[in-house]
């Protein structure tokens, strides 16, 4: 078992689903709920969100090959994006009050929006899991494997969420907003590796590997 593969997948699930970043959009959407609702309302988004990443897992590169599209654009475009997403928590407005603001114009949709969608399950996570778990490299049991670590991460979603309140407490918007910032700069860089390894899975650059294979930079093999 290769355990700095896992802790990269580990890792780069994190960046991209942002347990902490996800509190004060919980905060605002429990506002008008009342407090022996709120585990409840977690447990819902967060399997609301399972639901969809999980669904992505298992059919977003069927859907991809059903349209005869090539897994190295998939990876360039997805880089593209989750390049773009990063920037977004780096240098605009911050992810919890990107989503806050989204849920004051719809009036608190409930678990399903803002929190399941798209904090949760956001695009940059729903594009990750399949490049993740690539059906040409990965076997059922490695694919497995990811749902597990996706599974523990939502769990550790949950968890925060449970005691949202104490945290809230202890780190503020502002200690949110510093640690979405500092995980857009990690995604950024998992998004360029991931534009690189689709350059080279196409056969436009000859990327030298790197000394640990990030989990999003995996080649497409005949």
Same mark, same amino acid.
């Given at each position: 078992?290769?355990?700095?593969?896992?802790?990269?997948?580990? #890792?780069?699930? #994190?960046?991209?689903?942002?347990?902490? =970043?996800?509190?004060?959009?919980?905060?605002?959407?429990?506002?008008?709920?009342?407090?022996? *609702?709120?585990?409840?309302?977690?447990?819902?988004?967060?399997?609301? %969100?399972?639901?969809?990443?999980?669904?992505?897992? @298992? =059919?977003?590169?069927?859907?991809?090959?059903?349209?005869?599209?090539?897994? +190295?654009?998939?990876?360039?475009?997805?880089? @593209?994006?989750?390049?773009?997403?990063?920037?977004?928590?780096?240098?605009?407005?911050?992810?919890?009050?990107?989503?806050?603001?989204?849920?004051?114009?719809?009036? *608190?949709? +409930? %678990?399903?929006?803002?929190?399941?969608? $798209?904090?949760?399950?956001?695009?940059?996570?729903?594009?990750?899991?399949?490049?993740?778990?690539? !059906?040409?490299?990965?076997?059922?049991?490695?694919?497995? #494997?990811?749902? +597990?670590?996706?599974? #523990?991460? *939502?769990?550790?979603?949950? @968890?925060?969420?449970?005691?949202?309140?104490?945290?809230?407490?202890?780190?503020?918007?502002?200690? %949110? &907003?510093?640690?979405?910032?500092?995980?857009?700069?990690?995604?950024?860089?998992?998004?360029?590796? &991931?534009?690189?390894?689709?350059?080279? %899975?196409?056969?436009?650059?000859?990327?030298?590997? $790197?000394?640990?294979?990030?989990?999003? !930079?995996?080649?497409?093999?005949?």
């Amino acid at each position: 078992m290769d355990w700095a593969a896992l802790a990269k997948e580990l #890792i780069t699930l #994190i960046v991209v689903i942002d347990p902490v =970043g996800s509190i004060p959009v919980f905060l605002f959407a429990v506002q008008g709920v009342p407090r022996t *609702l709120h585990r409840r309302f977690a447990l819902r988004a967060v399997v609301i %969100a399972a639901l969809v990443l999980l669904a992505f897992l @298992v =059919g977003g590169q069927l859907l991809l090959e059903s349209l005869g599209l090539r897994f +190295g654009s998939f990876q360039i475009a997805g880089g @593209v994006i989750l390049f773009l997403f990063a920037m977004t928590m780096v240098f605009g407005e911050s992810k919890p009050a990107r989503e806050i603001e989204e849920a004051e114009r719809d009036h *608190l949709a +409930g %678990a399903v929006f803002p929190l399941a969608m $798209p904090s949760i399950a956001s695009p940059g996570a729903m594009l990750a899991i399949v490049i993740l778990t690539d !059906n040409h490299t990965e076997s059922i049991a490695e694919q497995a #494997i990811t749902a +597990g670590l996706l599974l #523990i991460v *939502l769990l550790l979603t949950l @968890v925060l969420l449970l005691v949202a309140s104490v945290v809230h407490k202890v780190i503020g918007n502002t200690g %949110a &907003s510093v640690i979405s910032r500092v995980m857009g700069i990690v995604l950024a860089t998992i998004a360029v590796d &991931s534009i690189l390894g689709g350059l080279d %899975a196409l056969g436009v650059l000859d990327v030298a590997p $790197p000394p640990v294979e990030s989990p999003l !930079n995996q080649v497409e093999t005949e």
